[in-house]
């Protein structure tokens, strides 16, 4: 056991490290080596139903749902196909309207959620193309796909997600590119930058993990919170979604996540000194406008973390606290965001006495409906 652990106190953490390398693992052999180019051999069968779809739904349930989240801003910005996402348990029993031409995405770390498995099963009936995304070869749902791409993490044991997480982005990031270009939506020098941008993930990663100590005296800060808002804007808003998600699961703190704008119909309410604010804030074209919210809150007296881009001292003068993450092109940015959130759920779990790898009524598959 300990030996599986890898010198790590727990599967999370050890997961949560592993990043670099799993990231690595699952664009290993799909990127040329003068990273000019993508080739996912899984999906080559369905390209032209993919180039030409109507439409692309997103079936997925928990933490891969919110990976598909991340997809959808991807693949509309880059891809520009018309993208849904749907909880796969609300979707298969609403009677939805699904045509030929649409293509579904499933993923589903597993392969095993009942839900999901269902939801395809249903739209493969009714003449879709289905595509899986999915982390453990030979499970159920690959097996009712007529094509997918492995996220190639490795085996992920903590049941709050971190490593599957980051491979299913990372897989519909270079969907998203690879659509792109072929729709002829991305020329010769974005694409080549934006391939390239993908590759600098793990090396970026490390210098993310090497600020693990100082993460975790923010932690130590925030312990005994009993509430917690996450805001972002954009392909960080799932990212926001993603971090509450984590620090509900394992330290059972009450957590949101929010588009950043949306805080002021509801959660603003909330907002005193007593309420830590996680803003992920990295360089974009919102970045004004999340400078805006981070104001907001500053004015209610809550205490902003800010996740932003390094060097960035507007937020800095801001914001009670900021952990910087190296420059990237944005569409980057929830691969490198969304681990500083991580750090922080993991570190305050354990401060908190609570079993980190097995929380409380949660598990790693669901199986049943
Ligand atoms: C459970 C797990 C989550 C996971 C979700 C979907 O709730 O605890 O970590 O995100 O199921 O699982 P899947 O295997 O389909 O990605």
Redesign the pocket.
């Known amino acids: 056991d300990e030996i599986d652990k890898n010198g790590y106190e727990h599967y999370m953490l050890k997961e949560i490290h592993e990043q670099p390398t799993s990231i690595g693992d699952t664009f290993r052999g799909r990127i040329s080596i003068d990273k000019t180019k993508i080739f996912l051999g899984g999906i080559i069968d369905v390209m032209p139903k993919l180039t030409q779809a109507k439409r692309i739904i997103i079936v ?6 919110h990976a598909g989240t991340v997809g959808e801003y991807l693949f509309e910005e880059y891809a520009r196909i018309p993208v849904e996402v749907e909880y796969a348990s609300e979707f298969r029993y609403r009677n939805p309207i699904i045509n030929q031409d649409d293509v579904v995405i499933a ?7 009942a839900d ?1 498995l269902a939801a395809i099963k249903m739209a493969k009936e009714k003449g879709a193309t289905i595509i899986g995304i999915c ?1 453990v070869v030979g499970s159920s749902i690959p097996r009712e796909t007529h094509a997918g791409v492995y996220t190639h993490a490795g085996i992920e044991i903590g ?3 971190t490593k ?1 997480f980051t491979s299913q982005v990372t897989v519909l990031t270079m969907m998203a590119f690879m659509i792109g270009r072929k729709r002829g939506n991305l020329y010769d020098d974005l694409y080549k930058k934006l391939i390239h941008e993908l590759t600098l993930v793990p090396e970026k990663l490390e210098i993310i993990l090497k600020s693990e100590n100082y993460i975790k005296g923010i932690a130590e800060m925030y312990k005994d919170a009993t509430n917690a808002l996450y805001l972002g804007r954009g392909c960080l808003f799932p990212v926001a979604l993603e971090g509450a998600l984590k620090l509900k ?1 394992i330290s059972y703190i009450h957590a949101e996540g929010y588009p950043a704008a949306e805080m002021k119909h509801g959660p603003i309410a909330l907002i005193d000194e007593n309420m830590p604010v996680f803003v992920i804030a990295t360089k974009d074209k919102s970045y004004e406008k999340i400078v805006s919210n981070i104001q907001e809150v500053k004015a209610r007296s809550g205490r902003v973390i800010a996740i932003v881009t390094e060097g960035d001292e507007t937020i800095k003068n801001m914001a009670d606290h900021v952990i910087e993450v190296p420059d990237s092109h944005e569409s980057i940015a929830p691969l490198l965001t969304v681990v500083p959130l991580q750090i922080i759920s993991y570190h305050i779990a354990v401060m908190r006495g609570c079993n980190v790898d097995q929380p409380r009524n ?5 199986t049943v409906e």
Do not use: D, R, Y
């Open positions: 997925a349930c928990g933490t891969s749902w993923i589903s770390q597993s392969g095993e959620t999901t982390n049941v709050a997600s599957a699961e949660l598990a790693k598959s669901v």
